[in-house]
């Protein structure tokens, strides 16, 4: 049973077209959400950290929100830099990933 | 600060072969970790240790093993390699045991012929 489901798997963006990515759970006790970003051949780097509904967080053109069942990683006006796989990964009393969604932005 | 080390990067295998990923850390991290992520899936966590001379099992430890006998090396041993264990495999650290935030590897791609 998949406990952490990220929408769509890819994305293609124009530079400057802001767009949304989906992150929804199923755990229970959600005890933190958690946004990496992962470049080809890299590891993943850790973005955000969200612990409750209505927390968000945000780092230049990234923004994270948290619902009860869901987050998103909002991407304002993004650069080419930007390209690259965003996980979410919930926890409660383990860690689970989600498959990802890769980002292309095009200049 | 080189962060969390990982060795090597890339590595082909024949089936049944023995082999041992090297991790080390820096940070003084006392939870260490190792992954596999296989395309279309989510990291899976293999074994973790809580500290030096404490290991357990993840979600997926068949096949695998480890040991922490010191606080900055975390070793991952196949000791028969099969083609199903083809992935690229992280080793990751953080300083309490149970948060999300996690420091990773660079990874190592490994290829059981």
């Known amino acids: 049973e998949d406990q952490v489901t990220q929408s769509p798997e890819a994305l293609r963006l124009q530079e400057g077209e802001s767009s949304s990515l989906n992150c929804s759970y199923t755990?229970?006790?959600?005890?933190?959400l958690f946004w990496y970003r992962q470049d080809p051949g890299k590891g993943p780097e850790f973005l955000f950290t969200?612990?409750?509904a209505g927390e968000e967080k945000e780092k230049e053109r990234l923004k994270a929100t948290l619902t009860k069942k869901e987050s998103f990683l909002h991407i304002t006006a993004p650069k080419p830099e930007d390209s690259a796989t965003y996980l979410c990964?919930?926890?409660?009393?383990?860690?689970?990933f989600g498959a990802g969604t890769t980002v292309t932005v095009r200049a | 600060n080189a962060g969390v080390t990982q060795t090597p990067k890339f590595q082909v295998l024949k089936t049944g072969q023995s082999m041992t990923l090297q991790c080390a850390q820096d940070?003084?991290?006392?939870?260490m970790s190792w992954y596999r992520q296989d395309p279309g899936m989510g990291l899976r966590l293999i074994h973790y240790?809580?500290?030096?001379?404490?290991?357990d099992q993840g979600e997926v430890p068949n096949g695998y093993n480890v040991s922490r006998s010191t606080t900055e090396d975390f070793p991952l041993r196949l000791l028969s390699a099969a083609p199903s264990q083809t992935s690229v495999y992280f080793c990751?650290?953080?300083?309490?045991?149970?948060?999300?935030?996690?420091?990773f590897g660079e990874g190592s791609r490994l290829t059981v012929l």
């Open positions: 940070m003084n991290h006392e939870y």
């Open positions: 969200l612990y409750s």
């Open positions: 240790s809580v500290g030096a001379g404490i290991t």
């Open positions: 990751a650290s953080s300083p309490p045991r149970g948060t999300g935030e996690l420091f």
């Open positions: 990964a919930v926890r409660d009393y383990k860690l689970s």
């Open positions: 755990v229970s006790g959600l005890r933190g």
